[in-house]
């Protein structure tokens, strides 16, 4: 299974994103998936994620209510928009499928795709 954001690039401060996660290999329609991020030196941390029917979402306190997850299963697509932008959003984002356990936990996810980078000027 090979999982890959895209969508990432240069914004500024007050702007919009959407990021995409797509699998290959296996689908990933059948299982629960996040969003993490990561700035250089530090570890990568939870920002968003969503069960497989796409019923339930959860997010961490510092993107809530500016970024909405969603998942499209007849696409096999899970999606990260992210409005108003702020500076300390900038980092490498990667999405993860969720095997089990709790969504912000690194070890709940079996597959991580490669990073999509989000650069937020001020």
């Known amino acids: 299974v090979q999982l890959q954001a895209s969508g990432g690039g240069l914004v500024q401060a007050g702007g919009s994103l959407r990021l995409s996660c797509t699998a290959s290999g296996r689908p990933l329609r059948s299982y629960g998936a996040s969003w993490f991020r990561q700035t250089p030196g530090k570890e990568r941390t939870y920002v968003a994620g969503?069960?497989?029917?796409?019923?339930?979402?959860d997010y961490a306190d510092s993107v809530k209510g500016r970024f909405t997850i969603s998942r499209d299963n007849a696409e096999d697509m899970v999606y990260l928009q992210m409005n108003d932008l702020v500076p300390e959003d900038t980092a490498v984002y990667y999405c993860g499928r969720m095997m089990q356990g709790r969504w912000p936990e690194r070890s709940s996810y079996d597959y991580w795709g490669r990073g999509t980078l989000v650069t937020v000027s001020s």
């Open positions: 969503i069960t497989w029917s796409g019923k339930v979402t």
